[in-house]
């Protein structure tokens, strides 16, 4: 019976990269559907209608959206190479680590490096707050998952890419080597990783993405904080 | 003994933790319940749920557990017996997209529709509406969520039952018989499951909760 797995992604989406990384772990062989946005596929729209989102996995024909759900669905059907832990305790450890990856981590960052001046600075109290927690939950551990890269590496992974690249553009060190030692070194380690090192986006073609995104949510801020004076 | 000291910290109003006490319910879990006053949070809460200090936290054998999917989660790979989930990955897959959904699009909206007025309210009102059509084609001509019996999606969608009191409560109409006959038929069938009814808000507590909150700013319009 042959197996059918297709993934929907675009070219830098965090989200994706997460099911990309799952897949290779696991040695499972894919067909990627590249998606160039804001021109979504009908593929796409007919595949997830009500997201009409990246990623989305299809397997022998039917589809997942939403990259920890695809995520948990890949771990529960090829069952080499295990992302989440055997302990009920450890795995919803793991998925509560993931999700405040995604609810508060991913949103308090995105604020820092949006924001300019006071409003930055008060960004940073509680993006540096976030940070600390994943600091805590890495003492004694190599990665998240131990030993191994597991379910909250990969969901935290955008980390060890996006970090760097946006410090970068807005000349803010954020996640400094000496108040963050732990997770400075698992950014490294997780970056250099066999699976992981060879599918990061280019990155000079993530600065200029980044920086554009960067310029027009200062540029709309701008606007609208003059036009409510 | 997997039974010894469950705990749940939650509050009665919460759609969070009442989904919490569905779960533990239905497995027969025998559990302490902590009721929290949000205002004055126990040092113990803070304890257990350091990150968010909210609720539900579940404490099992003194660990404790935060987010309702992921204690939903814990409570069904714990006790195995009346599975809260599907066996099918993609069926369990089609669960958390939808629970996922409920939180991140519904949740959000329902409270929008209650501090908004005029027209900008008609407009979150489709949109929850169309919302509620996405769910209605999930659930197709099953009883439940989860089929025969009540699942995991079910018990997520328990804040479609604080929406409906809401609606009464201040004189909405939003999720009726008329244009949504597939959901108003499951909402009756969940409201007499035996087990679900136990863990949903007194009617009258709850109808006040509401008007006392939010009547204002309906009656405003």
């Not at chain 2, 936290?57 to 814990?74: D, R």
């Not at chain 2, 006790?79 to 939180?103: C, G, S, T």
Request: negative net charge.
């Amino acid at each position: 019976m042959a197996e059918e797995v297709k993934l929907f992604r675009t070219w830098s989406s965090p989200f994706a990269l997460r099911v990309v990384w799952a897949l290779k772990i696991k040695g499972i062989e894919y067909e990627t559907i590249l998606e160039n946005f804001p021109n979504k596929s009908p593929s796409l729209l007919q595949y997830n209608p009500v997201n009409k989102q990246v990623p989305v996995l299809v397997h022998n024909g039917k589809p997942i959206a939403e990259s920890l759900v695809i995520l948990e669905y890949i771990d529960e059907t090829w069952n080499q190479s295990p992302l989440l832990p055997d302990d009920p305790n450890e795995r919803a450890m793991a998925r509560f680590w993931a999700k405040f990856g995604d609810d508060k981590v991913l949103t308090s960052i995105r604020s820092v490096f949006i924001k300019q001046g006071k409003e930055q600075q008060e960004a940073l109290v509680p993006a540096m707050e976030n940070l600390k927690f994943l600091e805590e939950e890495l003492k004694g551990k190599k990665y998240f998952g131990g030993e191994k890269i597991g379910f909250v590496d990969l969901a935290l992974g955008w980390l060890a890419n996006l970090i760097s690249i946006l410090e970068e553009i807005v000349g803010l060190k954020v996640v400094d080597e000496e108040e963050f030692p732990l997770l400075y070194g698992w950014m490294r380690d997780f970056a250099e990783a066999e699976i992981i090192r060879d599918n990061w986006p280019p990155r000079d073609k993530m600065i200029v993405k980044f920086q554009a995104r960067i310029d027009a949510a200062i540029a709309a801020s701008a606007a609208s904080s003059s036009s409510s004076k | 003994m997997a039974e010894e000291g469950v705990k749940l910290f939650g509050t009665w109003a919460s759609p969070f933790s009442r989904r919490i006490e569905v779960a533990l319910k239905l497995k027969g879990v025998e559990y302490e319940y902590i009721e929290e006053n949000l205002t004055n949070k126990s040092p113990a809460l803070l304890n257990y749920n350091p990150v968010h200090k909210q609720i539900p936290v579940l404490v099992h054998n003194g660990k404790p557990v935060a987010e309702s999917f992921v204690i939903m989660e814990y409570i069904d790979e714990t006790w195995k017996h009346n599975p809260i989930l599907p066996a099918d990955p993609y069926e369990r897959a089609m669960a958390r997209f939808w629970a996922k959904y409920i939180d991140e699009k519904f949740w959000p909206a329902a409270k929008k529709v209650l501090v908004t007025k005029g027209e900008e309210q008609k407009g979150v009102i489709d949109e929850i509406q169309q919302q509620m059509k996405n769910l209605e084609g999930e659930l197709k001509e099953k009883k439940f969520f989860g089929g025969e019996s009540f699942g995991f999606l079910d018990i997520a969608a328990n804040i479609i039952i604080w929406l409906v009191v809401a609606q009464e409560a201040l004189g909405m109409e939003i999720l009726n018989e008329e244009k949504l006959p597939i959901l108003h038929g499951w909402l009756q069938r969940l409201l007499n499951d035996a087990v679900f009814k136990e863990c949903v808000p007194p009617k009258e507590r709850h109808l006040d909760f509401f008007k006392v909150k939010f009547g204002s700013s309906i009656a405003s319009k």
